[in-house]
Each structure stands twice: as C-alpha cells, then as structure tokens.
DNA sequence: CATAATGTGTTGCTTTTGCAACGGAAAATA
DNA sequence: TATTTTCCGTTGCAAAAGCAACACATTATG
C-alpha cells in the first residue's frame, strides 16, 4: 500500500496497546470475517493472503480486493449499502488482528495509543483505498476481456517496475476479480500469446508490447 | 451526498473566508475542469449538475461520477494513477468555486477557517466517495447488461424512497455510465418493459418487480 | 422561426462472451 | 505415497453485446 505512514512499524510499536482486540490464526480458504453493518470492525493483515469476495443472488462471485501482509480492511473502509454477502477469505494461512471502532473518528474510549495514532492516519489510509476503488473502476469500465487483462497487467508492471512479473492471483480468482467467465478469459490469454502481446510462463507474465 | 456534516451551511458560511479561491460560471458542455496529478484542487457545484468523465484510448467514454448541487470533487478525493484524460464535464449552466489544497490533511497556509473546518470533515467526505465508488463497483462487476440495469434503478429506488424515480442521465450517458454499449442498452431496456420489470414514462422509470 | 445538433428507438449483422463439459496437471490431504 | 480436490487449458455451441446505420423526436441555437 502506498502511504507515508509505516504500517510495519505502527503494527510493531502499537499491536500490543489497545485492550481491545483479539488476534486469531486461520488456516487456507477459512471466513475471516463477514463485512456487518455499523459493526466498524477494522483488520491488520499480520501475515498470508486473503480476498474479500462478494456472492451476488446468481451465485457469480466476485473478488472485491486483494489483500496482503500489512494491509487494512474491514467495515471502517467500507460502508455497506447492500445485502450482498461481504467476506474476507484466507487464501493461505493467516494472522489478523481485529479491533472495533466504536466511532471512526474521535478516540477510543480506553484513550489507547494505537486507535490514537491511527485515527491521526486514517484519512490517508481510506485514500489509499480511493485509489485502489479508482484503479478497480478504471479496469471494470474496459469494454472487452482483452482490455481488462491488459489493462491490469500493465498495473501490475507499473507497480512492480517491471515487464515481468507474477500473477497475485490463480487464473480462477482472476477471472473473478476481473467480472469474467474463466474460460473466456483463457481463450482471450491464449490470443494474447498468440498475438504476441504477452508471454506466460507458469504464474509469471511478460508484456512484450511497447 | 449522505454525511452528517452539513455541506450547504459549511458552503454559506464560509465559502468566502478563504482568499485563494475562485468562482466561476460554466455553460453547458463547458469543461469545468481537468484532473492534474498532484495539484489538488477541490471543488464544490454551488449550481447546476456535472459529470466526471474519462475517455479511453480506444475513444470510449465513461462517466465515472455524476455531481450535483453541492457536490464535492477534485483531486483531492481522486489520486490519479493512469495517464488517461479525466474531465469535469458541465451538463448543465454551472456555477463552481475551485480551491487549492496545499496539503490536503494540514491546515491552508492562510489558516482560513473554510480549510480548516474541511479539513476536520474531509474524512467523513472521504467515506462517502468510498461508499459511491463500492456502489459504482458493485453496478460494474454485474455481468449482464440487465443486472446492470435493473441495479442501477434499484439503487435510485432506494434513494428516492420510491419505485417510480427520474433518470438523472440521458440514456445516452446512462450507457457510457454503466460501459455498454448504447443500442444493446436501448434493446434490453425493451425486454425488460416486455418482461414487465419496468415501466418507462418518458424519463421516468417505475419498478414493478417485488 | 428555421435549422442544426443531439437524443431516442430500432434493426441486421458480426463479434465477443458466457456456459457446459471434459481431460489432464498440479496441489492438497489422508 | 495414494487419493482426492482444485486448477488449467481447451472446445462447441448458444446467448449476449457491440457496431453501424437509419428514421424520427426533441432540444438547442442562429
């Protein structure tokens, strides 16, 4: 995550402050936790992967964000308007600490040092999440399959400075992310290949365009 | 926009305490204004309504957010991470005033007391974007054109308290809003009067369905 | 008021995407 | 290590969406 705030550190100096919380260990493909309405919970991503995923009425799953060491999630960043089912899946064992806020903006009422420090933090943390939303609609509003993969792949590039880099994400999971149905997607890989905008060994993509 | 802090005195308050702003009038199609990496400016739609607009490389449009009286926009509540054109469109007769954010979460070097009272609430404003981005996520991740639909007027329902509610688009914008493609949006919106999911009197639409 | 510009509604055709199904590879698990 | 489960890669077919073009309505504008 990009801030100027040094999660590592913070998470170091306060995880241990605040009575308040509870740290749980779960193992691949567990709930994590279920997004609830006015619950405020906020979530340190100790260690592992997680997905928070939404199922709509169709069954079609959707991975909303993509989470790894050190990221921030739960209902503080994210105000529920829908009754979709909200839910952080683990993707590989996880450590979490949870706290709940009983209101995101004014102190905690133990006055702790860690709901202090990160309410000072917490506007640029939500804009970072901004950003991330905006990268998502930016990717979403791509007219075809094509677009989509290329569009995150060059972000991942960016982001990693490289032409090469590896996928966070199984080709399944993917495809959830991207709103696509997995086949499509790998007949629209396959053509990437073919076209030779792209080459894929194993997990690792090249862009070759430009 | 939902917030407990209440934008339209904030506006008549102290919308002329701070020197560094100006106040200008658009007509329709004008640009109100262009997102520039790392200027920061922040507006407010005293009047009129607007449109938040990309345009891809492929020529395609997307409107990315709508604004209307009050609304807030600019690059504060928008890091901008990809090089593709975003423009503030006037939809109709405008009248907006243009702030600039030295530094969006310190005090204005004038330490006027509009940024300083924006400053305490940005947060709050902030969460509200989040919220229109998720719902603008949820509406993009449908995979059909008609879920996309029948969501985006579900949504508008639940706004308006009421299953009968006007467009707040054309339904040439409405297309660019939700990515599809005009006609087939013009062909499902058919099926669904057909279908009895919708009633459509000029620029109303009623909700039949639940 | 005449004319231009924009928005609506429609359609035939093409392309893209989704769905369903399957075999084999890889990974997790007993 | 054997076995089950998940993931990858592929394909034929069906459905959905995009594209292009047009007529007509509505709205702006000289």
């Known amino acids: 995550m990009n801030t100027n705030f040094d999660i590592e550190n913070f998470i170091l100096d306060f995880s241990n402050s605040c009575q308040k919380k509870q740290k749980k260990v779960f193992s691949k493909n ?3 936790t279920t997004y609830i309405k006015n619950r405020n919970q906020l979530c340190i991503l100790l260690d592992g992967n997680a997905d928070l995923v939404r199922y709509d009425l169709n069954g079609n799953r959707t991975i909303v964000e993509h989470f790894s060491k050190n990221a921030l999630f739960g209902e503080v960043f994210y105000t529920i308007t829908t009754n979709n089912e909200l839910l952080v899946e683990a993707k590989s064992n996880c450590t979490v600490l949870f706290y709940i806020y009983d209101d995101i903006f004014h102190k905690c009422r133990n006055n702790c040092k860690f709901h202090q420090t990160l309410s000072e933090n ?11 939303l905006n990268m998502r609609i930016e990717l979403l509003t791509k007219r075809s399959t094509r677009d989509k993969l290329l569009g995150y792949f060059s972000l991942l590039s960016t982001r990693k400075l490289s032409t090469s880099f590896e996928l966070p994400f199984s080709l399944t999971d993917l495809a959830d992310y991207l709103s696509v149905d997995r086949s499509a997607m790998m007949r629209e890989l396959k053509l990437l290949k073919e076209d030779g905008f792209i080459e894929k060994i194993g997990n690792r993509i090249i862009l070759l365009y430009k």
């Open 30 to 32: 567990e709930v994590v």
């Open 122 to 132: 917490l506007p640029q943390l939500i804009l970072n999440k901004v950003t991330d």
